[in-house]
């Protein structure tokens, strides 16, 4: 038996059979063409992008029942298609040099994919899967022959890999996938992204796994801790099976909970709000027992595509979100981009330490026309439901008030227009920067609500960048340090009667519920799928309890210590 430790990025359990992905490195040969053929071979190469984009986009279609976060993995390579410099690059091999269509695809993409490893940033070398998924789509249609494709699983198994690129991870069969393990990645890798998606346990950044796991070799993936064990002997494999026995019996429990009020055993009633991507993902909100959606992450609706939508195209996406929320609060916050999630339009993707650069409310005072098209749209939405909005990465009051200027012009175009629309909607923002929740008292007063960002605060408050592998054993929310900020953005919130919610992934954890009821939190917006367990965990605690917890949590020296007293909960 062997155990090996890895990162958690999807709770479960998963037991059985392993099938090993080995590395698929493609190597093209070098090869040139005759000056008078370069125009046929620029010919090819354009048709291999047209049928590639073609491709993509029927794998989105095939991926519509896929959460935003899943669909993003697909679309992310429609971006890489339409960056000019990687096409251009493309396109100068084989008109300078004479390369081939096949051989300056893979040339250009491999030396572009050796830089982005150079910089030595976990948010530039995560793309590099990007690239190579785009290089195996360019050359199935110039060269054919199944180039990056996975062999079909024929059983249920648990998917080993070194990595898997974006089109392998979306086109594997999700009956036959009981988990993932991978030897690279983060939480944001694309295999993070997939096993939440779709609920599967997953464990990534194991070192030494692809070397130890074996085709065939029964394997566990324990998603609560991290662990990946081959070979397990008949105790562990008991063991593990009546956790997963126990685990599934619990969630049973919360799904037929779904429908009953999510409060306190002393009657403290909490909100059980839903992030989302796209106005598809409503249903699973109600179906789910979502009270409404306390973040609509809008950036999904740019993210991949070759245009920005205009604003009758945003109007009638949050219109009908709004409308199919029949009366629940639509909380839209406005584009997020930069940082880990990249477009060509309005952020920059080169920026040597993105997470610090121009994201976000940034990026939407740079382009305030962009930024005024979506105000309007979000304006006029509200005048069909129950809509609130907020701004992303604000630091301080003063750029609140920024924001709050521009909206006061998008009002005045809409006024001028005559189109019908709700000036008044509350507008709050997001605290997920140390300088805000410090100033959150101030920020109150002018600020309709929070929405506190915990993935962000954390990594700004820690100094540890959430989406690199090396450093994710020190990536914890549940910092005493970042606890006592969130301890204050409540308290400012109630000091001024201001609504506070939570909406990073902290939230949607069961284990966490007690410690945030305990510090004041009263509203938790989390994945849809989540909140039948989170409402199950609730409505067994008391308020009393709760704040016990808090209070011990916030004395803590370290996470650990935070750790050890959640994990007296759990027993």
């Known amino acids: 038996m062997l155990i090996l430790r890895g990162q958690k990025v999807s709770e479960g359990i998963a037991i059985g059979p392993a099938t090993v992905l080995t590395a698929l490195e493609v190597k093209v040969k070098e090869a040139f063409v005759p000056p008078e053929k370069v125009e046929a071979e620029l010919k090819r190469l354009r048709r291999a992008l047209d049928r590639t984009a073609r491709d993509i986009r029927d794998s989105l279609d095939s991926q519509s029942d896929a959460v935003g976060e899943v669909r993003q993995i697909i679309e992310t390579s429609l971006q890489f298609l339409g960056d000019e410099y990687l096409i251009g690059s493309i396109e100068s091999r084989i008109r300078t040099k004479h390369f081939t269509a096949p051989y300056a695809v893979s040339d250009a993409i491999h030396e572009m994919a050796a830089r982005l490893q150079a910089i030595d940033n976990p948010t530039f070398s995560s793309k590099v899967a990007d690239m190579i998924d785009i290089e195996h789509r360019l050359l199935n249609h110039l060269v054919g022959g199944g180039v990056g494709q996975l062999p079909k699983l024929e059983r249920q198994q648990i998917v080993i890999a070194d990595d898997i690129t974006p089109a392998q991870a979306t086109s594997l069969d999700r009956e036959k996938v009981l988990g993932f393990a991978t030897e690279r990645g983060s939480w944001a890798s694309h295999t993070a992204v997939l096993a939440r998606g779709y609920r599967l346990p997953a464990v990534v950044a194991v070192a030494g796994l692809t070397e130890a796991a074996r085709l065939g070799a029964m394997v566990v993936i324990d998603g609560h801790e991290g ?8 105790d562990t494999l008991a063991h593990y099976r009546a956790l997963r026995r126990r685990r599934k ?29 796209t106005r598809a993902d409503v249903p699973g909100v109600l179906e789910a027992g979502g009270e409404g959606v306390g973040l609509f992450r809008t950036e999904f609706l740019f993210l991949g595509t070759a245009r920005d939508l205009g604003e009758e195209e945003q109007f009638d996406v949050y219109r009908s979100a709004a409308e199919a929320l029949e009366g629940r609060p639509l909380t839209i916050r406005t584009i997020d981009v930069g940082a880990d999630k990249f477009d060509g339009r309005h952020g920059n993707q080169r920026e040597p330490n993105p997470f610090m650069g121009e994201r976000a409310i940034r990026v939407s005072f740079r382009k305030e026309e962009f930024f005024r098209t979506q105000l309007r749209a979000i304006m006029r939405a509200a ?17 609140l008030r920024r924001a709050r200027a521009i909206v006061e012009r998008a009002r005045r175009e809409l006024e001028e227009s005559g189109k019908v629309h709700e000036p008044d909607l509350p507008i709050g923002t997001m605290i997920e920067l140390p300088s805000a929740a410090l100033n959150a008292e101030r920020i109150a007063k002018e600020a309709d609500f929070f929405s506190i960002g915990t993935n962000d605060l954390t990594q700004y408050t820690l100094g540890v960048d959430r989406t690199n592998h090396r450093v994710a054993d020190r990536y914890a929310t549940h910092h005493p340090s970042v606890l006592r900020l969130i301890k204050m953005i ?29 510090l004041g939190v009263r509203e938790f917006s989390m994945a849809p799928s989540f909140i039948p367990e989170v409402k199950r965990t609730l409505r067994g605690l008391f308020v009393s309890h709760c704040v016990q917890i808090a209070e011990r949590a916030l004395k803590a020296v370290d996470a650990a210590d935070v750790e050890g007293l959640l994990a007296l909960r759990r027993r």
């Open 227 to 234: 662990l990946v064990i081959i070979d397990p002997d008949e």
């Open 249 to 277: 019996r619990r969630t049973n429990v919360s799904s037929q909970m779904r429908t009953l009020s999510a409060e306190t055993q002393d009657g403290e009633r909490v909100k059980l709000l839903a992030n989302i991507e």
């Open 383 to 399: 005048a069909h439901g129950n809509v609130r909005m907020m701004f992303p990465m604000i630091m301080d009051l003063g750029e």
């Open 490 to 518: 409540v308290d400012a919130g109630r000091a001024r009667r201001r609504t506070v919610s939570i909406c990073g992934e902290i939230a949607g954890d069961p284990v966490f519920t007690a410690l945030l009821v305990g």
